[in-house]
């Protein structure tokens, strides 16, 4: 079953920020967020691995709350290369030695100048 | 190097054809992937090969065929496809199967008609 990403679409201005959440009706064992540019292929952001995790690349960070199932990806002082669909993928099962991702529909988010 | 890469970049192909898809790495991962994306949708995997083993097929007709020679390269062929085939094929690589980042090529744009 496919996680849920919130919102579907986001549009902003330089500098400002967005949250983009991802959610599972079942156990998430980890998260993983790839941002993805129209015509390009997917590009690995970060992996958050246990609850409680934060991370944080360039001004981007994320947080992972197991007992919530849900992960949010946290975008601060946007800029206009943040433009992209961005994506959660999750392993769906407790085996993760497999390295089956299932992602999310995608956040479309848009920078203006 | 942390690329992966594809070839073709874009195939036409009619469905009566047999063609193939080719990636390869060159950072030593031991986990490859071939995920399908129509647009505006997020990426579907297909196939998994761990240590040049299939591992995981995600139930894709056997029209699709996929082959690993080498822990470098991995192949997709292709054979009496359907127009709703039509789509980017992505290929990805991660250090091992499980939750590791996963990297993608640039895809294939393949259009059959």
């Known amino acids: 079953q496919q996680p849920v990403q919130s919102p579907q679409a986001v549009i902003l201005r330089e500098g400002e920020d967005a949250v983009i959440n991802c959610s599972s009706s079942?156990?998430?064992?980890?998260v993983h967020w790839y941002r993805q540019k129209h015509g390009e292929a997917p590009v690995f952001l970060m992996i958050?691995?246990?609850?409680?995790e934060q991370k944080g690349h360039e001004k981007i960070s994320a947080s992972f709350n197991e007992k919530k199932q849900q992960s949010s990806l946290y975008l601060t002082a946007s800029q206009l290369s943040y433009s992209g669909t961005y994506f959660c993928?999750?392993?769906?099962?407790?085996?993760?030695?497999?390295?089956?991702?299932?992602f999310g529909q995608g956040t479309i988010l848009t920078v203006h100048p | 190097d942390t690329e992966v890469t594809q070839t073709p970049k874009h195939l036409v192909m009619g469905m009566t054809n047999k063609k193939s898809l080719k990636c390869e790495q060159h950072?030593?991962?031991?986990?490859m992937y071939w995920y399908k994306q129509k647009a505006k949708k997020p990426p579907e995997l297909m196939f998994v090969?761990?240590?040049?083993?299939?591992?995981i097929n995600e139930s894709v007709p056997s029209r699709f065929s996929p082959e690993c020679p080498n822990s470098s390269l991995l192949n997709l062929h292709l054979h009496a496809l359907q127009p709703e085939d039509s789509a980017l094929y992505l290929c990805?690589?991660?250090?091992?199967?499980?939750?590791?980042?996963?990297?993608f090529g640039p895809g294939t744009r393949l259009t059959v008609t």
């Open positions: 990805a690589s991660s250090q091992r199967p499980g939750s590791y980042e996963q990297y």
């Open positions: 079942k156990a998430l064992y980890s």
């Open positions: 958050l691995l246990k609850g409680g």
């Open positions: 993928g999750t392993p769906l099962s407790g085996g993760t030695s497999y390295g089956k991702l299932t």
């Open positions: 950072m030593g991962h031991r986990a």
């Open positions: 090969y761990s240590y040049e083993k299939l591992s």
